[in-house]
């Protein structure tokens, strides 16, 4: 099983971590449960997937779906027995009538788990996520973490130039950029997107324009599922918010109210499809970030929204999923974004409708993002872990938020020369050694006798190249010795030391000994000899 993405500062992190149950400690007559957030985010406690290993192989499952799911975990004397589906769900089926239940997939496999997860991978890049462009994830600039809210054109700008400078390939506006958006109010305004003249005097078309003469491409943040309760949307069509017992389903930012937008309601669906299709065409966004800070919690249960009353927060999960659909079709090439306050809605249903996931609002520090991707790689592709660097310019820092897509959220425009020579170095690291291997296979070496260390190894799908990624926290031992994996025992290969450039050789059943400085990290690139 694997905990949710839910923003945690503890080390080792909560988010995406690994919960094992052994059968002969556990229980036969108790079943396990798991479940989505009270809040109905699929992810914000556990994520809806497990893998059950024993005899050489196993079985690995999922549910495709983005809201209410629960999982029992039972042992009984003919095996495991594992259920996965909706829960808190009602419907009436009229006779002949049918109804679209959640996809789920089953894999087989052979292998231990990073086996299965590599597998997994490759089936949803072929079969589930959308396509994805040439040279992804690109790097992106985002601005949050470094002036959250408080953003104008100039100041955006200035950062742009920096970031193009130092190989970012989409900068991405954050909230912040709508009109009456006050810094001290998460909810004000909420559900009208408009552009911002005061801060944006060229408009957003005119600020992407030039982001795209930087050689970027230009992203742009929104919430649409969130409305400001005194706000237009909400005042003018009261009858599209969610509801339960005839009470709007909300939630409180100090002392406003926001609401939340029933999808299950068609007319909803069509006003929020072409508003965020007029945002994308108006302002020229080519990445659109999606985020979902609150939930629907047991769901709207209104009788005039066509959906039924035990079915509302299925009905807004379809409802966004037709949403998204929409969007797609009508913006060819747009980038989707997904994220619900960091990884609250990071599922495989989500996957089908984002180009990339932004993991977790816990960011900080670089041991809680390698655990972030080492987690959610088993369930997601490499290429959607979305990590950022913020202020610590050195390569253990960027190189730990290397395991997926690689980003930068820091006020550049204070970083020293040399600082952002480290970093452009870095970013033409991760361009031209990391990146290229995400779609391949996935190892990881550490083990937990390995304390304080992490090691990961990315091999090219058909080349045998491959690159091994070693950090070592303050604590650890100075070294240690790793097998790795994917390649053939019967070759030698050549590794070569990047920070060093000072080369070795191996033979492919030998062990590696690993050894760094504390709180670094080496990156070796091995290659057939040939
Ligand atoms: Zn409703």
């Given at each position: 099983m694997l905990r949710g993405g839910a923003y945690d500062d503890a080390l080792p992190p909560k988010g995406y971590a690994l919960q094992t149950l052994d059968r002969l400690s556990y229980s036969l007559s108790r079943p396990r449960v798991y479940a989505s957030a009270g809040d109905g985010r699929s992810t914000g406690e556990f994520v809806p997937w497990f893998c059950l290993q024993g005899g050489g192989g196993g079985v690995m499952g999922a549910l495709l779906w983005s809201g209410h799911w629960r999982m029992e975990a039972r042992y009984t004397p003919a095996g495991a027995r594992m259920a996965l589906g909706l829960s808190n769900f009602e419907h009436l089926l009229a006779p002949g009538g049918a109804l679209q239940l959640p996809r789920a997939l089953l894999l087989g496999f052979s292998g231990d788990l990073d086996e299965a997860a590599n597998a997994l991978r490759v089936w949803e890049l072929r079969y589930l996520a959308p396509p994805i462009p040439e040279n992804w994830p690109w790097v992106q600039y985002n601005h949050w973490y470094a002036y959250e809210g408080d953003i104008d054109e100039a100041r955006l700008l200035a950062e742009a130039e920096i970031a193009a400078r130092v190989g970012c390939e989409v900068f991405v506006i954050d909230d912040g950029w709508f009109a009456g958006r006050r810094p001290d109010s998460y909810v004000s305004w909420w559900g009208q997107w408009r552009e911002d003249r005061s801060r944006f005097p060229s408009g957003l078309w005119g600020f992407g324009e030039r982001i795209r003469q930087l050689g970027m491409r230009f992203g742009l943040w929104v919430e649409p599922e969130r409305v400001d309760m005194q706000g237009e949307v909400a005042t003018e069509h009261p009858e599209w918010l969610a509801a339960r017992d005839g009470v709007p389903i909300t939630r409180r930012w100090g002392d406003e109210i926001a609401g939340h937008l029933c999808l299950g309601n068609p007319d909803v669906q069509d006003w929020m499809a072409s508003e965020v299709v007029r945002v994308v065409h108006e302002y020229g966004v080519q990445w659109l970030k999606w985020d979902y800070n609150m939930g629907y919690a047991a769901g709207c249960n209104r009788e005039d929204h066509g959906h039924q009353a035990g079915d509302g927060h299925y009905a807004h999960t379809m409802g966004l999923y037709r949403v998204l659909a929409t969007v797609r079709e009508s913006c060819p090439g747009l980038i989707i974004e997904n994220c619900a306050s960091g990884g609250h809605r990071a599922d495989l249903g989500m996957l089908t409708h984002s180009h990339i996931q932004w993991l977790s609002d816990y960011t900080h520090r670089a041991a809680s993002c390698r655990r972030h991707v080492q987690g959610a790689g088993y369930y997601l592709p490499l290429q959607w872990l979305n990590a950022w660097v913020l202020e610590g310019a050195d390569a253990y820092e960027f190189r730990s938020r290397m395991g997926g897509a690689l980003g930068i959220s820091a006020r550049l425009g204070s970083w020293s020369q040399q600082q952002l020579e480290l970093l452009a170095r870095g970013i033409a690291e991760y361009k031209a050694v990391i990146r290229p291997l995400l779609s391949g296979h996935r190892s990881l070496?550490?083990?937990?006798?390995?304390?304080?260390w992490d090691v990961w190894q990315l091999c090219h799908p058909r080349s045998g190249e491959f690159t091994i990624l070693a950090f070592r926290d303050p604590s650890a031992i100075s070294s240690v010795r790793v097998a790795p994996r994917s390649i053939s025992p019967e070759e030698d290969y050549i590794l070569m030391n990047l920070d060093t450039g000072e080369s070795f050789q191996m033979h492919g059943k030998g062990l590696l000994e690993i050894s760094v400085a504390r709180h670094a990290s080496v990156l070796l690139i091995g290659k057939l000899v040939s």
């Open positions: 070496l550490s083990s937990p006798w390995h304390e304080g």
